[in-house]
């Protein structure tokens, strides 16, 4: 299983920091998950550094398997104390979880979470373990194992309590209202994205806010157990010109998306498939050639020059555009599991003195995308030469 | 009976691309409006012809029906489309 994750939140009206504080590690070798969602004493930088430190510390905790209780005092005591209150505090839901379903969960002082599957809301046990030197702190650790298509809510009591004292609802939106509005959204879309599904809920408690003005920090994250989206990637002739339709019907075969990165691999593809190329009146867009249309792929582009771009893009910044390398990268963005196709036949006209431009080697370009792809985005990556 | 259309095809492989295909665009602009339908331009994938002569370097390649034009630009394009239309 696959695990989505993301975060969506909205400043408190009139301040510039976030009070609330989300952070999130994923270990690919391990196939672990941890993420803590952290809801820092009053707003603006005093909340933002209170729930920073909470998050960040208790991350790196579990990372080391301290045991909670013990990481949750560790944090109460450093946390710097209130002025205004006298108390060190802030509240969060830690998440420690594994790509095969296990799950734990510690709370302090958050919404409980919400665990959904399909569109039943599931009540799991916990266990409660109070706080050795604050009084009326206490945790709840809920030890569970997830199913493929289940999803977990965590939220900060921006959303619980979003709309409360004027507006509409007087008590709020509380966790009933939260509950209500997952369960018509899921059943409307089922396959939602966590990304999606964190920003309607933010959407939706901001909305009921009086005059739509946040009155707390919101934040709310989702956590999604779907299987992985998996995509190909097919660049380059293979060596050897008789294995060519072996690893067209491999690429025909393949199921999820596909992408093809290269003039003649098309060219190839077409003719081994029987595919028609076709593309549309331009043919540059920010000096890259412009994406071809084939039946049977999702995204035909150049090769050598868009993935070195796409490299470039995915290192640093992608850019708002069209061109090619865009596309490229939000096709991989968009993957869980990427496999690349890299065939091993070099194009000498590639390495003419004469050529204007440097263009790269094939296979050392796809290496570096990959290893980005790994590192920076947590992507897997499956790379087989041709 | 009706007249077979000429097709242009704009070589976008990597190698005419940097040598500059990328300044075709014009052609895909302006062979409408100066022959009507009687032409027909697109660009293509790669039409293979550098790795075939690569040692002389004469990206970019534009093909005029079977006519292959090396270091292709609009002028010479142009040229071959009036030829083949008997203008010239």
Not at chain 1, 146 to 156: H, K, P
Not at chain 2, 55 to 81: G, L
Request: aromatic share 8%.
């Amino acid at each position: 299983m696959f695990i989505d994750i993301d975060c969506v939140q909205e400043k408190k009206y009139k301040q510039n920091a976030f009070g609330d504080y989300f952070v999130s590690k994923r270990y690919p070798q391990d196939k672990r998950l941890i993420a803590v969602l952290s809801d820092g004493l009053g707003s603006g930088i005093k909340a933002n550094i209170l729930s920073c430190m909470t998050a960040t510390m208790l991350l790196r905790f579990i990372e080391k398997n301290i045991k909670i209780k013990k990481a949750a005092e560790i944090v109460m005591n450093s946390l710097p104390v209130c002025q205004v209150r006298h108390i060190s505090y802030s509240t969060f839901s830690a998440v420690d979880c594994f790509d095969d379903g296990k799950i734990s969960v510690v709370e302090e002082g958050n919404p409980d979470f919400v665990w959904i599957r399909g569109t039943e809301v599931l009540k799991p046990e916990f266990t409660i373990i109070d706080s050795v030197n604050f009084k009326n702190r206490h945790m709840k650790v809920y030890k569970m194992n997830a199913q493929l298509g289940d999803r977990f809510i965590f939220c900060s009591d921006g959303v619980t309590q979003a709309g409360l004292g004027g507006g509409v609802l007087k008590l709020g939106l509380r966790r009933s209202g939260l509950i209500d509005l997952l369960k018509v959204k899921l059943a409307n879309n089922p396959d939602i994205a966590s990304h999606d599904l964190a920003k309607y809920i933010v959407q939706q408690a901001k909305l009921v806010e009086p005059n739509r003005k946040p009155i707390d920090d919101i934040s709310a994250c989702v956590l999604y157990y779907r299987e992985p989206r998996k995509s190909l990637v097919f660049t380059g002739p293979p060596y050897r010109q008789s294995s060519d339709r072996e690893f067209a019907f491999i690429f025909k075969n393949f199921v999820g998306k596909k992408a093809v990165c290269g003039g003649t691999t098309a060219n190839l593809l077409s003719r081994e498939l029987n595919a028609k190329i076709t593309m549309g009146r331009l043919i540059s867009i920010d000096s890259l050639p412009s994406c071809l249309e084939m039946e049977g792929a999702d995204l035909v582009t150049e090769g050598v020059l868009t993935l070195t771009r796409t490299f470039e893009y995915l290192d640093s910044k992608i850019p708002d555009s069209n061109n090619a390398a865009v596309r490229l990268s939000r096709f991989f963005l968009d993957s869980d599991e990427i496999y690349f196709m890299v065939g091993a036949k070099l194009n000498e006209a590639h390495y003419d003195p004469t050529l204007p431009v440097e263009i790269a080697i094939r296979k050392n370009i796809v290496k570096k995308i990959a290893e980005v792809l790994e590192k920076k985005y947590f992507k897997k990556v499956n790379i087989q030469y041709m | 009976m009706e007249e077979k259309k000429i097709d242009v095809k704009v070589c976008l492989g990597t190698t005419c691309f940097v040598m500059g295909a990328s300044n075709l665009q014009e052609l895909i602009d302006s062979v409408p409006k100066r022959y009507g339908d009687k032409v027909e331009v697109t660009g293509v994938p790669c039409l293979g012809l550098c790795s075939i002569d690569w040692k002389f370097s004469k990206a970019p390649y534009v093909k005029v029906d079977d006519d292959v034009i090396k270091e292709a630009t609009i002028d010479k394009v142009f040229a071959a489309i009036d030829k083949k239309l008997g203008n010239s």
